[in-house]
């Protein structure tokens, strides 16, 4: 069924577009790739903040608030290149393992930043009084996002 | 002027160049880790040039933004340039006839150009200030060539692998 779907997206006049005009593909991988840098840069620090390795400066809050909003921004800009690569390349992506993957922990760290926010919004000293637990979140969130940038780049060799 | 491409053909026939060419997963994982560091370099140089141009972080001084951020950009720059060496050293004489190569390259000395004259000359002039004034001009125009910079570096990186 998806095979059937890629066949008929891949023959759409948009994707016939897409996978002619040469320079489409390099220059939206490189909108992605910018954005994945500003997502990576403010989730790892923030993430070795709540693990408590680095940045003790300044407080958890203060940087949940600072950096979160830059991937909720961020985030729309990855999903709109990522669909014209997608749409460009359907089988490429939608067949791939490593896609599905990187989808998966997406889903999974999108929901992890959510409650770090949340919380966060509700108790500004909620994470600095659970430490245990926001050095947890913190681990898995940082797991997360390397996982997700080595799936996106082995999806090229699979 | 041999001595460049001769010593790109000695670079792919070391050990680590074959190794790297013949295998078929230390390309992809090298890259992965090029990738990696590349993203920390950008995302955390971007934070403290949006800081010069008071974009962003406007409420920490411009001294305390540039302790904080740069650790982050050597640290990862060191990993990137290891990274991106061994990926050179896989096909050094393709690379080095490579255009959009190349352009990184000097896109690269540009930004070592930028940064050195930003560090020794407009930085020293900064002081502890987080007012909107005390950022000069210079400081202004170093953040956003930074930015430029960091970008044209990105796409060329990305169309190398775009070309033969």
């Not at chain 1, 430490?131 to 996106?152: D, N």
């Not at chain 2, 403290?48 to 305390?64: F, K, M």
């Amino acid at each position: 069924m998806i095979q059937s779907f890629c066949d008929w997206l891949s023959n759409t006049s948009l994707s016939l577009t897409i996978q002619t005009v040469m320079w489409i593909i390099p220059a939206v991988q490189t909108i992605h790739i910018l954005c994945v840098a500003v997502v990576m840069s403010c989730m790892a620090m923030l993430d070795l903040r709540l693990i408590g390795v680095a940045g003790k400066r300044q407080p958890i809050s203060r940087m949940v608030s600072k950096f979160v909003p830059w991937v909720w921004g961020a985030l729309p800009v990855l999903l709109t290149t990522g669909i014209i690569l997608t749409i460009g390349e359907p089988s490429r992506e939608l067949l791939n393992p490593y896609f599905r993957a990187k989808m998966l922990m997406l889903a999974i760290v999108t929901g992890i930043t959510f409650v770090v926010q949340r919380q966060n919004k509700k108790d500004t000293s909620f994470w600095e009084l659970r430490r245990g637990t926001a050095a947890t979140a913190g681990a898995f969130s940082l797991l997360l996002w390397v996982g997700i940038i080595t799936a996106g780049r082995w999806i090229a060799y699979y | 002027m041999t001595l460049i491409p001769e010593f790109c053909a000695w670079l792919e026939n070391t050990s680590v160049g074959t190794a790297i060419r013949q295998s078929t997963w230390l390309f992809p994982a090298i890259e992965t880790l090029h990738v990696l560091a590349t993203v920390m370099v950008v995302g955390s140089v971007t934070m403290l040039d949006l800081r010069l141009l008071n974009v962003a972080w406007r409420d920490r001084s411009i001294r305390e933004v540039h302790e904080d951020v740069l650790p982050w950009t050597w640290s990862s720059f060191a990993v990137a340039a290891i990274a991106g060496s061994l990926l050179f050293s896989s096909s050094a004489t393709k690379y080095y006839h490579n255009l959009p190569f190349r352009m990184k390259m000097v896109l690269l000395v540009l930004i070592a150009i930028n940064a050195a004259f930003f560090e020794t000359r407009t930085y020293r002039r900064i002081g502890n200030s987080n007012d909107e004034a005390q950022i000069s001009f210079g400081a202004k125009i170093a953040g956003a060539v930074g930015i430029v910079l960091w970008i044209a570096v990105v796409a060329c990186g990305r169309w190398i692998g775009f070309t033969k």
